[in-house]
């Protein structure tokens, strides 16, 4: 419990400083909701769902989508409530405090998994990289908070509301530590799948937020999102079946994969370029649209064949990263090529931008500069 609440307190501290100095907070807070961003999607789909799927297969899916719709529930309950406690008061007030009400139930909910992975289920593959996961949105979300309250408020309520959101996950932890630790055992497939789902929930929202204008930004935006991905990889302690971590088991597949793939994927993308260039009105335009169109999909398809292969096959087939056969040169080259071409397209668009053609179309909460569409 102890580590839960010294984590709080950093990703609480971090985010009011960044908060409180312009330069660095321009400089970071775009990178960190990138990081915040692929470290999430890699932890859900490396770690928290192939667990989940394991110990209780596709019925916790249900429970994905819940933690998936819960924060959003959870926010509306709060903002409800809060506009019945007080309705007398003005409709900016009203918005502001029924969106930061919203936050403090969801960030009670984001120290139940804090709690969760730091206490009973610290034993589990992955739960280094859900911590950090975990961990890592909360910053961007407290400087948005801070913010908003000092520029509306004052610097002292700023600081106020940023303690709240920090007690309040730290209650959340605290109720994770009364769940007894039997009963965790059981469930962890479950609370997998519910904080996976609050993961995705926390992801999908306000992707062009920060958006990097510069080459130099963007540059610091995609390192970011890849140093987010590399997250995944964290704490990956051999299953407990004995076999190997399964992030390393999805790592051998998509590599498999990816490079089979990549010269097949090169040709379709020189011939849609071709058919679409005139429209396009040049041939290097048509490629980067039809890059950012279908890049991040690519990647999902490529990534969700080698997680069903993991869940069918196990580690049969499993050969560490180290130990693959060697690859012919031409086809090594192509995955190549096609890297440096999806990371190519991520950088023009802005890597939260780039992905949110995968997420959905770029998703804003209705309370505008309000601190409830951080989440």
Do not use: K, N
């Not at 312009?22 to 470290?39: D, H, I, N």
């Not at 969106?99 to 969801?106: A, D, T, W």
């Not at 289920?121 to 961007?140: C, E, K, N």
């Not at 597949?253 to 097949?264: D, S, T």
């Amino acid at each position: 419990m102890l580590w839960a609440f010294l984590i709080i307190a950093a990703s609480v501290a971090g985010g009011t400083l960044l908060a409180f100095l312009p330069a660095q907070r321009e400089s970071w807070v775009g990178p960190m909701r990138s990081f915040a961003l692929t470290a999430a999607l890699s932890v859900v789909l490396v770690h928290l769902l192939p667990e989940a799927f394991e110990g209780a297969g596709a019925r916790t899916l249900v429970a994905l989508a819940l933690g998936f719709v819960l924060p959003s529930v959870i926010g509306h309950l709060g903002a409800w409530l809060w506009r019945a406690r007080e309705g007398d008061a003005q409709p900016r007030d009203l918005a502001l405090e029924a969106s930061y009400f919203g936050l403090v139930l969801h960030h009670v909910g984001d120290g139940l998994g804090l709690g969760a992975y730091t206490g009973e289920l610290l034993s589990q593959p992955g739960s280094g990289s859900v911590i950090t996961a975990l961990a890592a949105h909360v910053v961007p979300v407290v400087a948005i908070v801070v913010l908003t309250f000092d520029a509306v408020r004052g610097r002292g309520h700023a600081l106020a509301r940023a303690l709240g959101l920090a007690l309040a996950s730290m209650v959340g932890v605290v109720l994770a530590g009364a769940v007894p630790g039997g009963l965790f055992a059981q469930a962890s497939p479950w609370v997998a799948a519910l904080v996976g789902g609050t993961l995705l929930h926390v992801v999908s929202h306000d992707l062009d937020s920060q958006a990097p204008r510069t080459p130099s930004a963007r540059s610091w935006d995609l390192g970011a999102g890849v140093l987010g991905v590399l997250v995944s990889f964290v704490g990956g302690d051999v299953h407990a079946s004995g076999g190997p971590p399964l992030s390393e088991l999805c790592a051998d597949r998509f590599v498999e994969f990816g490079v089979e793939a990549a010269p097949w994927v090169l040709l379709a993308l020189a011939v849609g370029t071709a058919s679409v260039a005139r429209a396009a009105g040049s041939w290097l335009a048509a490629f980067d649209q039809l890059c950012r169109r279908f890049g991040p999909w690519l990647l999902a398809g490529t990534f969700a064949l080698a997680w069903l292969d993991v869940l069918v096959a196990g580690s049969v087939r499993f050969r560490p990263l180290s130990q693959q056969h060697q690859h012919p040169l031409w086809l090594t080259a192509s995955a190549g090529v096609l890297c440096l071409v999806l990371l190519r397209s991520a950088w023009l668009a802005g890597l939260r931008a780039w992905l949110g053609g995968l997420l959905g179309a770029v998703q804003r909460h209705e309370h505008g500069d309000h601190p409830g569409h951080a989440h």
